[in-house]
Each structure stands twice: as C-alpha cells, then as structure tokens.
C-alpha cells in the first residue's frame, strides 16, 4: 500500500455482529449513539422506563426494561441525564461487575460537588465507571464529523 494512502475497513458488508452492548434512555444521544453502534456491527439493546419508546429506535435495536437490558451486556451507556441517575442504585446488584459508560454533561461547571463519574461509581459501586463520549453531540454521531463542524 502506498505511504500516503489509508484502507478504510468496509463496515457494510460484515457478516458477523460483535458483542451486545446496551443503552440506558432512549433520548437523542441514547438514539444518535445506537445508531452509530449498530453500524460498526454491534448489537444494540435499550433500557428504557417506556417500551413504546420502541418507535423511535434505530432498526435492529431492542428495548426492553433497564433491568433485562442490563442482563443482555457487559458494557452499559448510560444516555441519561446525571439529574436522574438515582434509579441506578435500585439496578446495583444487576449491574454488578458491569462497565458503566457515563456520557454526561453539567449545564456548568461546579454545579456539584463531585464528578458525575464520581456520583455514579458511588451509586454503584460493583461496577467499572468510565467517562466518554461526553464531548460528542447526537448531531454529529448522525451527521458525521464534516457536518457537525457547522454546529
Ligand atoms: P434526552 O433526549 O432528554 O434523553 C434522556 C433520556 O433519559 C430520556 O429519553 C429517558 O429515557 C431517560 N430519562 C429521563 N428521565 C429519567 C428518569 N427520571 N429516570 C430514568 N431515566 C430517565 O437527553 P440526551 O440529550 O439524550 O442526553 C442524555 C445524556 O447524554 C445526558 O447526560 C447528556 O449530558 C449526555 N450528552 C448529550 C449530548 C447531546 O448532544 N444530546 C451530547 C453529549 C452528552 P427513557 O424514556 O427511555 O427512560
């Protein structure tokens, strides 16, 4: 291959999915992440408070409760805003030995104490806390990176 050029891996024609991962909410970044992840071959299921939210949901994804989506993957998204995290100490036990992927925004800086990272591991304890994604907008996980640099 030449020094100046760069092989781009043809998702389309993946005969194979990976691992299943899960989303908890079905909001735009829950929505625009699915979708994305559904694209590079992964198997998508949802957590979600309301099963009719199955409308909305990129083709191919499943919703079910947060407790059944919980079960289905080790790698959870947590696509839901830090005000609500408190239902996630009743899923401790589910959610045990889990990797917990917390994508969150403040509306400002030192709106709390603590990290909503750090608020999240001490809900539930049993499980990895890892931060990402966080500077991504759902805008520009449907449009692409070139289009999203019009935001
Ligand atoms: P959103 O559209 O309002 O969706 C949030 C979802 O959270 C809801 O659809 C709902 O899902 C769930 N939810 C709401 N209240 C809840 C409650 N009381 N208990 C449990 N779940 C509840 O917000 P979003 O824009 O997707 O943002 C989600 C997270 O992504 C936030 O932490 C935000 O900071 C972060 N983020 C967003 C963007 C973005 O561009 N939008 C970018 C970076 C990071 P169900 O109805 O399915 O339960």
């Known amino acids: ?5 760069v092989a ?18 079905t909001g735009d970044f829950g929505r625009s992440l699915g979708l994305r992840l559904l ?3 992964y198997s998508v299921v949802y957590g979600s408070r309301a099963l009719k939210n199955s409308l909305l949901l990129p083709k191919g994804s499943k919703v079910m409760s947060h407790t059944a989506a919980a079960c289905e ?8 805003q830090r005000e ?6 009743s899923l401790a036990s589910d959610l045990e ?8 925004n403040n509306l400002r800086r030192g709106l709390y104490p603590e990290s909503n990272a750090e608020y999240l591991s001490r ?6 806390v890892v931060k990402a994604f966080n500077t991504i907008s759902a805008w520009a996980l449907q449009s692409g990176g070139l289009d999203a640099n019009r935001q």
Do not use: R, W
Not at 1 to 5: E, H, R, T, V, W
Not at 8 to 25: A, P, Q
Not at 73 to 80: D, E, G, K, Y
């Open 39 to 41: 694209q590079s071959g």
């Open 8 to 25: 781009m891996t043809d998702l389309s024609g993946m005969n194979h999915k990976l691992e299943t991962v899960c989303i908890f909410g």
């Open 73 to 80: 993957a080790h790698v959870i998204f947590v696509a839901v």
């Open 84 to 89: 609500h995290y408190g239902f996630l100490s």
């Open 123 to 128: 809900l539930v304890p049993g499980a990895m």
């Open 97 to 104: 030995g889990k990797v917990l992927v917390d994508v969150s």
């Open 1 to 5: 291959m030449n020094s100046d050029s």
